[in-house]
């Protein structure tokens, strides 16, 4: 056949020795330090106590904010870390009035810094009824482990300087209605941030599933399909060009996938094209709800019996999200794929903006695109075309083709492949593909 690289399953890419240190700086101790730290406010519950200094969701913020400000002081002050919060009431699971309190950090980006990755885990914990804030409720995989994760991954990226800004946050009021996601979400919206990925962590450390399969080898991207955002006109578009499978958050995952495959041993990731489990929820929706690229990082296998549940035995049966059912080890491991995945997109230029791709009845390919601003990414090299099958999960294909804001790939018919671009920097550091139109945008 007529196109490059034929052979190459995985596209060549610049193997980066930052990366493996990243990975291999990530501590199993420090997580679960960190998990049993947060297990040891009691319940974590959102309408629990808040006066307390040892018991009750207020605690547990203000521990994680002194953390985070640790952090930030052995990096120089790189972090600026605050509250961010809301007064919620007359939900359903918020009937009377509760401040909904997350803790983000934000590490400015020394030369992009309106441009976002953020990673996420979740505060809050729940028992069998969602509305108990009082008896104890460790929540130490759901979502202890997420918390814990995003405080080493800060513990560690806080030590490089970025081209572009990364968020560390711990979201409130996730069991209650996704609350904190969506206060931050609308908050960022508000600021104008350009978020290119949120990488939302919820139960990343179980390793023993409800059935039966013990690994501690695998971990799940969940990825929504079509954008929540698209309208009528656009969906229209999308029917004769494609995009179903290709939205930024997909292609946010495919760079995730890629991620594990190249720096974290011993870890392959299942992409699963589906927003979330089925029918179930999590804190990158209300992101996803307003257009950002977002996914859920997690465990393959779930064990139900240690989720939502009131500590108790039953039948021989133990019940409750407690330490020992947590492995710090695989914890660390997806807490290394956040790490590097974070690290590489903010070194990485901006994902190419205003993607557009031509050819139809040609024998020909032609793809533009906006030219990166150069004040923001001065170490910009150019540009990398790929393309695929249509049915291929990942990106087979690839063409660097140079500062360039148009190329033609001569000879490669648009009706068979699927078409994206990377931006590339100087070290070779890639951005996530983007692809062409309002169906994969990853945004100015
Ligand atoms: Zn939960």
């Known amino acids: 056949m007529a196109i490059a690289n034929q052979n190459n399953p995985k596209t060549e890419f610049t193997d980066q020795a930052a990366l493996h240190k990243i990975q291999s700086q990530i501590s199993a101790n ?23 200094d040892t018991r009750g969701i207020g605690a547990a913020r203000r521990w994680i904010k002194a953390e985070l400000e640790k952090i930030s002081k052995a990096c120089g002050n790189c972090l600026e870390v605050y509250f961010q919060s809301e007064t919620i009431s007359g939900e359903r699971r918020i009937p009377d009035p509760v401040e909904v309190v997350s803790v983000i950090a934000v590490q400015k980006g020394t030369t992009d810094p309106g441009r976002y990755v953020i990673m996420s885990g979740d505060i809050d914990s729940r028992v069998s009824d969602v509305m108990n804030y009082t008896d104890d409720s460790p929540g130490a995989n759901d979502n202890a482990s997420g918390v814990a994760g995003t405080l080493e991954a800060a513990r560690v990226l806080s030590k490089y300087k970025f081209n572009g800004s990364i968020v560390y946050a711990a979201l409130a009021g996730e069991e209650q209605g996704l609350f904190g996601g969506r206060i931050m979400a609308e908050q960022a919206q508000k600021d104008g941030w350009r978020i290119k990925a949120v990488l939302n962590n919820d139960m990343i450390g179980n390793i023993e599933g409800i059935n039966g399969v013990i690994n501690n080898t695998t971990a799940r991207i969940f990825a929504e399909g079509t954008r929540q955002t698209e309208t009528p006109e656009e969906a229209r578009l999308r029917r004769f060009t494609g995009g179903e499978v290709d939205s930024p958050s997909r292609n946010l995952a495919r760079y995730i996938d890629w991620m594990a495959d190249r720096y974290i041993p011993n870890l392959d990731t299942m992409v699963i094209y589906r927003l979330d489990r089925f029918r179930r929820g999590g804190h990158h929706r209300p992101f996803n709800d307003l257009g950002y690229p977002g996914v859920r990082i997690m465990e393959t296998n779930e064990h139900y019996d240690r989720q939502h549940q009131d500590l108790r035995t039953e039948n021989g049966i133990v019940y409750g999200d407690t330490l020992d059912g947590v492995n710090f080890e695989y914890a660390a491991k997806l807490t290394a794929l956040n790490a590097v995945s974070l690290a590489g997109m903010a070194w990485a230029p901006t994902p190419p903006a205003k993607v557009e791709i031509k050819g139809a009845v040609q024998p020909s390919t032609t793809l533009s695109w906006q030219a990166a601003d150069k004040i923001q990414n001065p170490n910009l090299a150019g540009y990398k075309i790929y393309w695929r099958y249509t049915d291929a999960p990942q990106w087979q294909f690839s063409r660097y083709v140079g500062d360039v804001t148009e190329f033609t790939l001569k000879n490669v018919v648009i009706d068979n492949y699927f078409f994206g671009v990377a931006s590339v920097s100087k070290d070779g550091y890639e951005s996530p593909v983007v692809f062409p139109g309002a169906a994969g945008a990853f945004g100015e």
């Open 30 to 52: 420090n997580i679960e330090r960190d998990i049993a730290k947060l297990v040891s406010f009691g319940t974590r519950h959102t309408l629990s106590e808040t006066e307390s």
